[in-house]
């Protein structure tokens, strides 16, 4: 990762501006929703509705990001645009993403919410979670729309490097959620009480005041990707091109990972429900260590692109070591957390001593992967910013259908080893996914990709 290339204060200035507010919204966002399972944690029958939740996550996981994976082709096409000088075609880049995200917004509300019962079936619910696991599932598809426009638009922002307004309405939104989940969960200030319905309602009402938010930004406040009277929605077909050839192949990077989340899922769904419930707590609070990685990822993102853009492979070098850097620093500060503090964490979750004392040991492997993952967050992001999204898909692929997968399967069901043995070929995915990516970064073939063909100009 070396290189000749001196950073200078603005490039600092630049990088910060944007990772610190994407790491504030992750972070928030994050609590706000650990705060969501800390509430449904206190209902009377917590483990059967927080397996019924956690069965969920992957279905809707693998809707949310398959469509960030193609907003990640329109950050990537938006920042290198920016930083070629053609505002023009970022803007035009902005506009054909909107239109696209909202045709698949439209069509997966509307697969999701039909067939949900038997998409639920599949990812391993059965018996008493089956009910409240297909409820609140339909409920959060029903704003697969809204979620899909916003993520478009912020996608836009964050690739001319505007990321504290995106951070403003999303944080605005899940501060709103958490307050409709104590309505509408405990039945407060004259509503019913809804138990998981309610968090599920509360979630989709605030997806809607998010999209509202991002839609009045980008047709009403200035920025270099606004929308005005006049401009063209006519299909670009060469940034169209563009956009898919990303976020294509990072879509199916994103299948690969959810399709093998929800096999995960299932092949979890014979273990007690006292260790699922475990196993839910443990991953909810993962996703604290997941969020440097990501404000990292979308920075890297956005600085790789605007820097080959540039024509700047030095730059670009200078700036992914830097990001790559500041997420292993941040992420060493999270192991300590999980592995000092997990017991006591796991504790706000659930009255339940069993529960909690099996989550406190799932999040000491949760630890040991997490240099892993800040890994291979930031270094996909700095390869899709350079136009290589092979890379990342294979090294999923890979990692994930062996390990959390194939050798699960043999762990789990085979030879009954229970929710330790998935943790670990889960850490085992990680770490796996983290070098293939970093090597192939450190041999540097994404430098001699052109940042735009003729097409593109």
Known sequence: MSSDYKLTRRDVGFFLSIMLPSLVELLLS??????????????????????????????????????????????????????????????????QSLILLSAAGIVLTVICVIFAEPIIRFAGAKGETLAPAVSYYRLIAAGFLFQSVTISITASLRGIGITQIPMLYNLAAAGINVLLNYIFIYGKL??????????????????????????????????????????????????????????????????ILQSGAV????????????????????SNVEGIAWQPGSA?????????????????????????????????????AVVLLFLFGGLSIAEIYTPDKAVALTASRIMFYCAIAIPGVSTHQTIAGALRGAGDTKTPMIASLCSLWIFRVALSFLLVRVLGLGVIAMRICVTLDQLVRASINLIRYCRGKWAVRPALSAEDT
């Not at 938010?213 to 406040?221: D, E, K, L, T, W």
């Not at 096999?263 to 443990?282: C, E, G, H, M, R």
């Not at 979308?298 to 700047?312: L, P, S, V, W, Y």
Request: proline fraction near 4%; charged fraction near 15%.
């Open 296 to 332: 990292c990822c979308t920075a890297a993102t956005t600085c790789m692109g605007q820097a080959i853009g540039e024509g700047r492979i030095d730059k670009a070098k200078a700036m992914i070591r830097m990001i790559y850097l500041t997420a292993l620093s941040i992420s060493g």
């Open 190 to 255: 004259g509503c019913p009480a809804m138990g998981v319905e309610g968090a599920a309602l509360a979630t989709t009402i605030s997806k809607v005041i998010a999209f509202l938010a991002a839609v009045f930004i980008i047709f009403f406040v200035n920025t270099p990707v606004s929308i005005r009277k006049g401009d063209s929605f006519k299909p670009d077909l060469p940034i169209l091109k563009r956009i898919l050839k990303i976020g294509i192949t990072s879509g199916m990077e994103q299948v």
């Open 263 to 282: 096999l995960s899922t299932k092949i979890l769904s014979v273990i007690p429900t006292v260790d699922f419930a475990a196993y839910q707590i443990a």
């Open 30 to 95: 994050q609590f706000f929703g650990m705060v969501d399972t800390i509430m449904l944690g206190r209902l009377p029958d917590s483990a059967i509705v927080l397996t019924a939740v956690g069965i969920t996550a992957s279905p809707i996981n693998l809707v949310v990001c398959v469509v960030t994976a193609f907003c990640i082709g329109t950050t990537a096409t938006v920042a290198v645009f920016t930083g070629a000088g053609k505002p023009e075609r970022a803007k035009s880049a902005s506009r």
